[in-house]
């Protein structure tokens, strides 16, 4: 009975005391997220590279033709908008080229965005949005009304469709990354070869007002293609529990002869400066990769191969966080397979061998016998696989697919994060890149995933509306990452995009005008600029085939393809007739076409694969900011000469200059490479 008193006076103080403090009970649940996330678990994404990722490249195609289609044929309305109010060519060109310039700037906060919430939410979102803004347009009073509503939140629309779009195959392809990317980007192509003839009959038939917003129905429908993007269940992975591996293996030495600790631990006194806005970190040992990062350490996340190299690691059911060693590791054994004697069979990767014996055990069947599943142990020890090219993936039922997409922990579903990966820009075959061919399947995408702070973690948990999360904060600093601006041979690859862009659109906007003006009918010079879109699809194939190459270099392809576009713009207006024309159209269609394909096997080339992210994000901004200004710069040429020639010249001489600045960028890479070798600090000798 004493017993029993004492107990139910602690409960009643425990009540009071929860009373008074509402917040206790909150702080309580904090504590123990942030207990159980010290478990470290890595959530990495396997392409699947088959299946629904057919359908999602489709759906990407499709986004890609009205989004681009649009775009591409925005110029057409500056005629009508031009006689009904009253202005320049110079001004009403900024109506479509605000359209054009804040659809790229947009993207690095596209991109933050599409990391937060996933792509589907954002591509809906984006379609209804970008609807909507030309649907108010439809009520425009003047050119700066349409300046608003029509270039720079239509513009924002549409990056919120693109981006997903063009992001999301490179989560769903491995193998055939090139081969999909290509033909999802084909639409841009098809979409000019469409939109380019159905605008013109719409504006003759309607007017511009209606024109707009038809096109606004047309753009829900990325809605409804953007359903198709649904998110993959990342697999998830941590240091065995179960005393997997040797003890040997667990002990592994770095360069200064110190202990690594037997699991990543998660601490917010990884450095010697607090982290700014109370973030945190994954600490990692002291080894030479982080003497040679010095002070930017801080803002270095590690990849999860850096932080689980060397430990056996075990696919867990798929949630945030890392199962704790009561509830959740008894889900675990019982979700694993059983011997017949009842005995879980451990499902291991062997990461440390993974990364260290490439190449010594170069098996074809490896993978197959393992697939089998005995009553024994298994660790995972595959070699990629030399004639597929495929590793398969191993659930936890140790059956050939994808993860189960309903795994879940504590009721919630493993969210992935598409911007913490180093490749997810990269367009080209992934055979490209050096860590691909060195590594399997399964270590290339440990490499190349960063893993989100534990702060990422605790906000994925708790429920509520933050403002800026930890997701879309980070993507933004890697993105704009302001150090990336001191890389001269990023710098002049950045300056030369920014060239082409300029003069990219001037072509659409006043070649329909200066082929009637030299004595063409209209529905021919229409049929050149479809053309221009005909000829950009072909040479997108043509061009990422090309590039599947080892032998062919893209950098080259690119400086030829912009050389002969840039000439091809500076002659146009010599003699302006079909034959000419359609030359011109086909010059120029292969030029934006290796512009558009080869832009992140350039920049892989030149900074590396883990600067790719933060060189798109520069690239989209100076690219958008040109955009802006190109069209309108040759509108007043032509005010002031009364001359569509030299709005032509401006933009072929520009295009170009671009190609001039890629000629020596190899050069300029190396003795970039050289100087940074010379200035970086040696790694301290071990004890």
Not at 179 to 204: E, Q, R
Not at 350 to 376: A, F, I, R, Y
Not at 439 to 450: D, E, G, K, N
């Amino acid at each position: 009975m004493a017993t029993q008193q004492t107990r139910s006076n602690d409960e009643l103080t425990f009540n009071a005391l929860v009373s008074k403090n509402p917040n206790h009970t909150k702080e309580v649940e904090e504590e123990e997220d942030e207990e159980e996330i010290d478990d470290a678990t890595a959530a990495v994404v396997v392409p699947p590279d088959s299946g629904w990722a057919w359908v999602v490249m489709v759906a990407s195609f499709l986004c890609c033709t009205v989004i681009d289609g649009i775009v591409f044929c925005s110029p057409l309305i500056q005629n009508q908008l031009q006689k009904e109010y009253g202005v320049s060519k110079g001004y009403v060109a900024f109506v479509s080229s605000l359209l054009s310039g804040f659809y790229l700037m947009a993207g690095p906060f596209v991109s933050a965005l599409a990391n937060r919430f996933g792509f589907r939410p954002v591509t809906i979102s984006g379609a209804i949005f970008a609807a909507a803004c030309f649907g108010l347009s439809y009520f425009a009073t003047s050119v700066e009304y349409l300046f608003l509503i029509y270039g720079v939140l239509g513009g924002i629309g549409f990056c919120m469709v693109y981006i997903p779009a063009v992001v999301i195959i490179g989560f769903y392809f491995e193998k055939w990354r090139a081969l999909a990317t290509g033909v999802a980007l084909c639409g841009s192509g098809v979409g000019n070869f469409i939109f380019m003839p159905l605008t013109t009959i719409l504006l003759d038939s309607f007017g511009w007002r209606t024109t707009l917003a038809l096109q606004g129905l047309i753009i829900l429908l990325c809605g409804i293609f953007g359903l198709a993007f649904r998110p993959i269940q990342p697999i998830t992975l941590a240091p065995t529990v179960d005393g997997a591996g040797t003890e040997e293996e667990k002990a592994k030495l770095n360069g200064h002869g110190n202990t690594v600790a037997p699991k990543p631990q998660l601490h917010q006194a990884a450095f010697t400066k607090p982290l700014p806005e109370g973030r945190f970190a994954y600490s990692m040992p002291n080894s030479a990769h982080n003497t040679y990062m010095g002070a930017s350490q801080r803002n270095h996340y590690p990849t999860a191969a850096e932080i689980f190299k060397g430990m056996n690691l075990e696919r867990r059911p798929s949630g945030h966080g890392a199962a704790s060693k009561g509830t959740e590791l008894k889900q675990l054994r019982k979700s694993q397979p059983t011997t017949p004697n009842g005995d879980p069979q451990q499902l291991t990767f062997n990461l440390h061998k993974e990364l260290t014996t490439v190449g010594e055990n170069n098996e074809d069947e490896e993978n197959d016998n393992l697939l089998e599943l005995e009553s024994k142990a298994v660790t995972i020890q595959a070699r990629r696989h030399t004639v597929s090219g495929r590793r398969p993936i191993i659930n936890v039922a140790g059956k050939r697919g994808a993860a189960p997409a309903n795994d879940s922990h504590h009721g919630q579903t493993s969210k992935s994060r598409p911007m913490y990966r180093d490749d997810i820009f990269f367009t080209g075959s992934l055979t490209r890149i050096p860590q691909y061919q060195s590594q399997t399947s399964l270590a290339y995408h440990m490499s190349v995933t960063r893993l989100p702070t534990k702060q990422d973690m605790l906000e994925d948990r708790q429920r509520g509306c933050r403002i800026c999360p930890e997701a879309v904060r980070r993507t933004l600093s890697t993105m704009l990452d302001t150090s990336l601006l001191k890389s001269p041979s990023f710098m002049c690859l950045a300056f030369s995009g920014f060239l082409t862009m300029m003069g990219f659109f001037v072509p659409f906007a006043f070649l329909e005008d200066r082929a009637v003006q030299a004595g063409m009918d209209k529905p021919a010079a229409l049929s050149v600029l479809s053309g221009i879109g005909l000829v950009n699809t072909i040479a997108r194939i043509v061009c990422g085939s090309m590039s599947s190459f080892p032998s062919v270099k893209p950098l080259w392809l690119n400086n030829v393809a912009l050389t002969l576009g840039g000439l091809a713009t500076i002659f146009s207006g010599v003699v302006i007739n079909s034959t000419t024309q359609w030359t011109f159209a086909v010059l120029f269609g292969i030029c934006i076409a290796c512009f558009s394909a080869l832009r992140s096997l350039i920049a892989v080339e030149m900074i590396g694969l883990e600067k790719l992210t933060n060189a798109f994000g520069f690239l989209m901004l100076f690219q958008g900011i040109a955009a802006t200004f190109g069209s309108p710069i040759a509108g007043i040429l032509f005010t002031m000469t009364e001359s569509y020639n030299i709005s032509f010249y401006f933009a072929g001489g520009l295009i170009l200059l671009s190609a001039f600045l890629c000629y020596p960028l190899t050069c300029v890479s190396r003795w970039e490479q050289r100087r940074n070798e010379k200035n970086a600090p040696q790694a301290l000798p071990a004890a």
